[in-house]
């Protein structure tokens, strides 16, 4: 498989002189396409930082980010969201959805901003909430629905503009049991279809269902290649 992310010695780091934090410090990380990988690490490890760079939603103090063959480490704010919107889907804990708004049209809001076409927008939205099993709760806003369900319309908006990658931030903080293992389905029939997928969690039962752990302590990255039977020995030392 080809590389879609590659960070090569990146750093994020805040402040100057006595007050620098160093948020991730000479990084090196290859995530293939196709790929199913969680990010795991104790609290101030630089997880939640390394999602936000390679979402794009951040740039590094320095080295290099290729996401899909471009160097995008030292792009503006206007194309660094142009490419969110065409390669990457997020999905946060806290499900973000617009109370006014029906599960239909939350799916389809992403669209507008990729400028697709009126006509379009509906039939892929439509698409994207039957992939996640809400086909029957399109006209349903986020109060008439339960925290797995507003969960699944988020991960249909996600994918509404076909992303390369998905990004999926603690997905499962909010819900409950029963309801987790209903949306982890979901990332994997995803995955299956050749989506690749990272996710940043804490748990350990929801990171063995990947196919990956990468582990951050302290802001570098201390096991890049983990298996899901790996980690019980490394989460039980910052327990």
Known sequence: MEPLIQLQSVSKVYGIGNTEVRALWQVDLTIRRGEYCSI???SGSGKSTAMNLIGCLDRPTSGEYHLDGENVASLDDDALAHIRNRKVGFVFQQFHL???LTALENVMLPMVYAEVP???RRDR???ALER???ADRMANKPTQLSGGQQQRVAIARAIVNQPLLVLADEPTGALDSHTTQDVLSIFSDL???GITVVMVTHEPDVARLTNRIIWFR???VMHAD???DDIGHLTASVS
Request: net charge negative; aromatic share 0%.
């Open 40 to 42: 795991m690490g104790p």
């Open 98 to 100: 617009l109370p006014q």
């Open 118 to 120: 009126t006509t379009e």
């Open 125 to 127: 939205a439509v698409d």
């Open 132 to 134: 996640v099993k809400l």
């Open 191 to 193: 995955n299956s279809t």
């Open 218 to 220: 302290d802001g570098e």
């Open 226 to 228: 983990l298996q899901p």
